[in-house]
């Protein structure tokens, strides 16, 4: 049976119900996005932020299977995080992570969708946070055709006349949530609706967001949330951080250190 799903072109961790993240084993199921190499991006920049001793507070946005929440945790024994996704299928399995790797006692998950994070009064967990990790969905909705079985974009658009063809193979796109791959305007849409929650909500005056990002949207992201008061790190000496391809992966912002805009509930 197993043989079969793999020869039917089911991903692999999905046929084995498990994947590796940051050398630590992850069980995922067809409710969760597959953690990718590239992901790790963004705990190797958390790590240049903070010493591992720091107490932090840590807001997992969208996190699927909880890779980047339960890693963040294991290297920083100090900290606790909240985990927010849509999918309650994705929390339990996120949950079931946390157990797995010692975290739990350190890790609140809780169901929410991305688009409404102004509604956050039910949380048992309350913001400020010193820390957002944030994978989104930032594939364009238009952009659906064919990838690799890591996501990776192969060729694009250049003009309006220009044929594209995307990196996501067919397994891709058949096996994996959408909901967690795709997005509106150009795969913009949710970085665009998380700037006003996040500046004045989530994150501390002086904290940090660190999205990961699609090919091609690195400077359009810094843009966009350097329009809405976010600063450059004072901590670190760059904006955009590269993939091991090469490729603009991970951007790193701060809240400004006296925000007036920061509302405590």
């Known amino acids: 049976l197993l043989t079969s799903r793999r020869l039917g072109g089911e991903p692999l961790a999905y046929v084995v119900g ?11 199921t067809s409710d ?22 720091s107490p932090l507070r840590i807001l997992d946005i969208g996190t699927g299977s909880g890779c980047l929440l339960v890693a963040a945790l294991t290297e920083f024994p100090s900290a606790c995080g909240v985990a927010i996704d849509i999918s309650p299928a994705a ?38 946070f010193d820390i957002v990790l944030c994978n989104p969905p930032y594939i364009s909705v238009d952009e659906i055709p064919h990838m690799d079985t890591d996501g990776r974009i192969l060729s694009f658009r250049l003009g309006s006349n220009q044929q594209q063809t ?38 501390r005056p002086g904290g940090h967001v660190l999205f990961e990002v699609g090919f091609r949207q690195a400077q359009r992201v810094c843009d966009m949330y350097l329009s809405a008061s976010f600063q450059r790190s004072n901590t670190l000496d760059q904006v955009i951080f590269q993939d091991i391809q090469g490729i603009d992966r991970v951007v790193v912002l701060q809240s400004p250190t006296d925000s007036k805009e920061f509302v405590q509930k």
């Not at 169901?111 to 967990?125: A, C, G």
Request: charged letters at 25%; one cysteine or more; proline letters at 7%.
């Open 91 to 128: 929390l339990a399995v996120a949950q079931t992570n946390a157990t797995t790797h010692d975290v739990a006692s350190r890790a609140t998950f809780i169901e929410q969708d991305l688009r409404r994070l102004d509604n956050i009064s039910h949380w048992s967990t309350p913001p400020p």
């Open 32 to 53: 969760t996005l597959i953690p990718r190499p590239d992901s790790e991006l963004l705990i190797e920049t958390l790590l240049c932020l903070h010493a591992k001793d």
């Open 18 to 28: 498990v994947k590796e993240f940051w050398s630590l084993p992850f069980k995922v």
């Open 166 to 203: 995307y990196g996501i193979m067919d397994a891709v796109v058949a096996y994996e949530p959408h909901e967690a791959l795709f997005a509106a305007k150009d795969g913009l849409a949710l970085y665009s609706d998380m700037r006003h929650p996040l500046l004045r909500r989530l994150l």
